[in-house]
């Protein structure tokens, strides 16, 4: 779960981020590399020589995203002490990082929407962001003592990933702040063990 520190550079900082600003702005499939090495100010052999192509420009432009919200949901949840405020923290983490004047979504969801090949670099890297956010929820929630704590995780992520979709078509986080209010519901239903 998250993420290590690595020395980049400068080409491959502003080419990282020109893909990112760009791939969640316009999409992956309507960006092509000579504008983002156009935007990045780097030529497209560079781009190629870094990253091997386009594919492999967007797999890292996910886990860079990746490393970057572990370490912002790190520092939100470093800051409380109990795993059942931690869990609800993830919703308000969720809320924060995504909705603003320039949210479209998640962006490992909408990597998934356009990319029809499974087995594409950076679908294994949103598949992996995704397990990684589920296997942290079902640390927290056997911490906190919850029953069968990886179906509560489960049922954690789906209403965290509904409410995501939902708040990108309204443009709002009104969904986030419902689904946490029902992840309330849900811990208080799902009940706890014995310790």
Not at 17 to 34: M, N, Q
Not at 54 to 70: F, I, M, P, S, T
Not at 74 to 92: D, M, N, S, Y
Not at 120 to 127: K, N, Q
Request: proline fraction near 3%.
């Amino acid at each position: 779960m998250g993420g290590r520190v690595r020395r980049r550079s400068r080409a491959v900082e502003q080419l990282l981020g020109a893909a990112s600003e760009l791939f969640y702005r316009e999409g992956i499939g309507a960006t092509g590399v000579d504008t983002i090495s156009g935007r990045a100010g780097v030529s497209k052999r560079t781009l190629y020589n870094r990253f091997g192509g386009k594919d492999g420009l967007v797999a890292a432009y996910l886990r860079d995203r990746d490393e970057r919200w572990w370490a912002y949901l790190r520092g939100v949840t470093g800051r409380l002490t109990g795993p059942e405020e931690k869990l609800l923290a993830v919703f308000q983490a969720y809320g924060d990082w995504l909705v603003g004047d320039d949210f479209r979504g998640c962006a490992f969801a909408n990597a998934q929407a356009e990319i029809p090949d499974p087995d594409h670099p950076a679908l294994v890297v949103a598949r992996a962001h995704k397990e990684s956010v589920r296997a942290y929820l079902a640390v927290l929630a056997g911490e906190a003592g919850f029953r069968e704590p990886e179906a509560l995780a489960e049922k954690l992520l789906l209403l965290l990933e509904g409410a995501v979709a939902t708040a990108a078509m309204r443009r709002g986080d009104a969904p986030l702040e419902t689904a946490r209010s029902t992840a309330l519901e849900l811990m208080a239903a799902h009940g706890r063990g014995s310790r």
